[in-house]
């Protein structure tokens, strides 16, 4: 598998500038068939075992494949502090206006679910971007400010809020605390999609780990309420956790997506 060169775009108005970092590859053959998007999680990069393993499914296969790091994450310039779903939606929609294909199918992880389900409703407005053809949401956390920091917010967490800007809490996946912001928690309030009906237009495929403790596999089935128009498979898997990166939750993922690129290549012909 060939080694892709890290590109840069730069994304925001003057003042707000920040340098975008994403990985590309190419379709081998088929120029029409959907181009894989990867878009993970809160903290994580285009390198990690999900989004490779995604980019060697595609170079097999011979498909297109977009992976980029929102600001603040990865490769990508920025202050992570000024992360929010409106920010890291913006450079989402930026990478696929710079790539511009012409189909796509979205694979969101966690927090990358969320922004997908906004990058399908600005794509809807925006008549000229990319199809989007199939969805694959794993341990998605869309609403996860309002539903799940929110509610659970300790006094001393409300205070730092409101004192400082943010409040720290251990992470399990990294020696540095995660940081929360008020602007992300505020932010995340103006980007809900919870709140009705989500018409994605395209088959989804959810894929949630009954161990998961961070986003508990009740969620997903929350955001299935609201999927009620479209084509729906949900797999828990029942010892699986948040990181679904077991060589077994590979499988799981590279099936579905195997899945969705059919589908979509079928409503093509």
């Excluded at 590859?25 to 995604?54: F, N």
């Excluded at 790091?69 to 989402?92: C, P, Q, V």
């Excluded at 917010?153 to 409300?158: G, Q, R, T």
Aim: hydrophobic share 40%.
């Amino acid at each position: 598998m060939t080694e892709q060169p890290i590109e840069f775009i730069t994304v925001g108005a003057a003042g707000d500038t920040r340098e975008i970092a994403l990985l590309s590859r190419d379709a081998r053959d088929d120029d029409d068939a959907p181009t894989l998007v990867w878009l993970g999680g809160y903290r994580s990069d285009m390198t990690g075992t999900k989004a490779v393993e995604l980019d060697r499914f595609a170079a097999e296969h011979g498909l297109a494949c977009i992976r980029l790091d929102y600001s603040g994450h990865g490769a990508s310039k920025g202050d992570f502090n000024k992360g929010t779903i409106s920010r890291w939606l913006e450079e989402t929609i930026a990478v696929l206006r710079y790539k511009a294909p012409k189909r796509i199918v979205v694979i969101g992880s966690s927090m990358g679910g969320w922004i997908a389900l906004r990058l399908i409703d600005e794509l809807r407005k925006d008549k000229t971007g990319p199809q989007v053809s199939g969805l694959l949401l794993i341990a998605p956390a869309p609403d996860f400010t309002a539903e799940l920091i929110e509610p659970n917010l300790s006094d001393a967490e409300k205070t730092s809020l409101v004192e400082r800007g943010y409040f720290e809490e251990p992470s399990e996946y990294s020696s540095e605390p995660n940081i929360f912001t008020r602007d992300l928690i505020e932010d995340g309030r103006n980007n809900l999609v919870l709140h009705g009906i989500i018409e994605t237009g395209c088959p989804v495929h959810i894929l949630q780990g009954m161990k998961d403790d961070d986003v508990p596999y009740t969620h997903a089935l929350k955001l299935l309420e609201h999927l009620p128009i479209d084509d729906v498979v949900l797999s828990l898997i029942r010892d699986g956790d948040h990181r679904l990166s077991r060589p077994q939750d590979i499988e799981r993922m590279l099936a579905a997506v195997k899945s969705l690129a059919a589908s979509a290549n079928r409503s093509r012909s």
